[in-house]
């Protein structure tokens, strides 16, 4: 069953909280994953490949670069799902 | 009727008998290589846990490497070179094509006639060196094989390469393997993908060299996150299974040894296996950088040396890197 945007964005909140230790509500949609949360590209990829797991989704190398904010991993994810 | 011919059979078990190393003379911080690649000792510290890499002299091989590190696992071994009937080295940073490493360090250590070979497994290449004399001793072919991981990366470094010249270090891990009363060494997982083969690679060949010789030295390179990635998260697996073939969960180790490429991906391998608080880690990396074949031996070394280890620990160790490839087994360190 596809997931809605809103749980993409929870579950998602989940993985960032958990690799950064920054509280889950801190991890809103126009967040920039570098910028605002401080997320290296090592890092990233430990989120990306727990977003492929939770969801069941594959995130392409070449796709990561274009995740800048929350927002956008949600919008590929829910994407993807379809 | 055609002969029947005969075909050899070895000792049933097979272990290691004594492990040796020799890491590059000259302690390199990070501030010494930050300038041409634009970065700090902060930021590198952070991405790689790296402090400080070995570098060797300019007039030292990894020949001379090798043979340093075999002369110390051999006298760890309690045998003598003339013992030794196959030297196996992994090395990707010898600059001829032939004749091979294997042979001139045979016969610099004094196991001339042994036979010798050249292994490229890259960063898998001591685990490939294990997993060889493994079954070279069990099937009969050697009695006792000195295996080496031995590399001079800072000859294939690019100063202003912000890929992974930065983590490269020069040193020489070596084995001695031979027959055991008892199991030594698990089941060698192993494989390749060569689809991934551009993720860390070479530059360009050396035969560009000869319509091109603008071109320069070759050096290394490598695709930091999808290398991540699959190092981080797919070569856990691979260990898992190295523990499963040997019978043994991640309870029953007392260390693990993964390849020290970098310290981010050492501590996904501890997550993703869930390796209890008991099991030491070698975490080599963060003095002497990231030695590639040499990097698993160098390691071990370390933590019996100082008495983290202690000989009769049941170990699992795993290499992975360029090729792509991966090796992993269990042993029981000497």
């Avoid at chain 2, 360090?105 to 490939?128: E, K, L, N, W």
């Avoid at chain 2, 209890?276 to 390691?299: E, F, M, Q």
């Avoid at chain 2, 019996?304 to 620990?313: K, M």
């Amino acid at each position: 069953m596809a997931h809605t945007a809103e749980d993409v964005l929870a579950g998602l909140a989940e993985i960032v909280a958990e690799e950064t230790g920054l509280p889950a509500d801190s991890v809103t949609s126009e967040k920039s994953f570098t910028d605002d949360l401080d997320i290296d590209s090592l890092s990233m990829m430990t989120i990306v490949t727990h977003a492929e797991d939770k969801f069941g989704v594959t995130i392409p190398d070449d796709e990561v670069k274009n995740l800048t904010t929350v927002g956008d991993a949600v919008n590929f994810i829910t994407g993807a799902q379809a | 009727m055609s002969p029947r011919l005969k075909q050899s059979t070895g000792p049933q078990f097979s272990r290691i008998l004594g492990i040796g190393a020799e890491r590059g003379a000259n302690v390199v911080t990070n501030d010494d290589i930050a300038g041409p690649i634009d970065s700090s000792d902060e930021w590198i510290r952070q991405r790689t846990g790296i402090i400080t890499r070995r570098r060797a002299d300019p007039g030292t091989d990894v020949v001379d490497l090798s043979v340093a590190a075999a002369l110390k696992a051999i006298s760890a071994a309690g045998i003598g070179a003339a013992e030794i009937d196959a030297v196996i080295v992994s090395t990707v940073t010898y600059f001829h094509q032939t004749p091979s490493a294997a042979a001139l360090v045979a016969d610099r250590i004094g196991a001339t006639p042994a036979a010798a070979f050249d292994i490229s497994a890259a960063c898998a290449g001591y685990s490939y060196g294990i997993g060889q004399a493994d079954a070279l001793v069990r099937s009969g072919t050697a009695r006792h094989v000195l295996v080496v991981g031995a590399e001079k990366m800072s000859d294939f470094i690019d100063p202003t390469d912000r890929s992974i010249s930065f983590l490269l270090g020069d040193g020489a891990g070596a084995a001695v393997v031979g027959p055991s009363d008892t199991p030594g060494i698990g089941p060698t997982i192993w494989g390749s993908d060569g689809s991934k083969a551009q993720t860390i690679r070479q530059t360009h060949a050396w035969s560009d060299l000869k319509e091109n010789p603008e071109l320069g030295w070759p050096t290394l390179r490598q695709e930091g996150q999808p290398v991540f990635k699959w190092a981080s998260f797919q070569m856990p697996k691979i260990a898992q299974e190295a523990l499963d073939a040997a019978g043994v969960t991640a309870d029953d180790i007392q260390v693990f040894l993964p390849h020290q490429a970098n310290m981010r991906i050492i501590d996904q391998f501890v997550k993703q296996l869930k390796l209890p608080d008991t099991v030491v880690v070698g975490r080599d990396i963060a003095d002497t950088g990231n030695t590639s074949a040499a990097s698993i031996p160098l390691a071990a070394e370390r933590l019996l040396r100082e008495g983290q280890a202690s000989s009769g620990d049941v170990a699992l160790q795993i290499g992975f890197g360029a090729g792509l490839v991966y090796a992993a087994q269990v042993v029981v360190l000497p």
